[in-house]
């Protein structure tokens, strides 16, 4: 994958260079090779019999073929630019290292998502975390180096899970690194028990 990239890399280097935003034959020829690379792939396409006669034209003698980098090579490159560093070969400092299964990471996936809508966002640096997690293949784990603050608050983001569908991502979470989100319930009963004055009554009655 790296070759496609840097051969793709290349030739949209020499597109931008172009004046007309097209490869030509002088310089395609020394890479010939990655070019015939990347049109297996559909990241470049090739001129057609117009645009060469137009080409030819514009540079004042015939130009045999042109290429440039096709829709999905401008995708393949913007995707690229989006791949997350390698993670540390370790947690650094007040970290630990965090294994989730494929559907806690869907949840947590969720719940930072929302971090513009929730009264009780994620913790700072854990939507980071998330995004530049790496896929252990072989477990079927996401890894990922989380501080205690965002431990708890990815379970609070599994407490919002449960109480919208299933437990067993918060549960998971809670065996096996003893985190799990107690909402302040006695607290919060025992506020509600207090006596309260009565609703004053509306003028006129």
Do not use: K
Not at 8 to 16: F, I
Not at 49 to 63: F, H, I, M, N
Not at 88 to 116: D, K, N
């Amino acid at each position: 994958m790296e070759r496609i990239l840097d051969a793709l890399q290349t030739v949209r280097a020499c597109e931008e260079r172009s004046e007309h935003g097209w490869v030509l034959d002088t310089v395609v020829e020394p890479l010939r090779p990655s070019v015939r690379m990347l049109a297996r792939e559909g990241l470049v396409e090739g001129a057609s019999r117009e645009t060469r006669a137009e080409l030819s034209a514009w540079e004042g003698r015939p130009v045999r073929s042109a290429v440039r980098v096709s829709s999905a090579g401008r995708d393949l490159l913007a995707y690229a630019q989006t791949r997350p560093d390698p993670a540390p070969s370790g947690p650094g400092p007040g970290e630990r290292l965090v294994e989730l299964l494929p559907s806690q990471m869907a949840a947590l996936r969720v719940f930072v998502g929302l971090a513009g809508e929730l009264a009780s966002p994620p913790a700072p640096g854990l939507a980071e975390r998330v995004r530049t997690a790496v896929h252990d293949r072989g477990a079927g784990r996401w890894r990922l180096h989380l501080t205690q603050e965002q431990m708890e608050s990815v379970a609070y983001g599994f407490w919002l899970h449960q109480m919208t569908g299933s437990a067993g991502e918060a549960n998971r979470f809670g065996r096996a690194y003893g985190v799990l989100h107690q909402p302040e319930t006695a607290a919060n009963a025992a506020a509600a028990a207090e006596p309260r004055s009565p609703c004053p009554a509306s003028p006129g009655r």
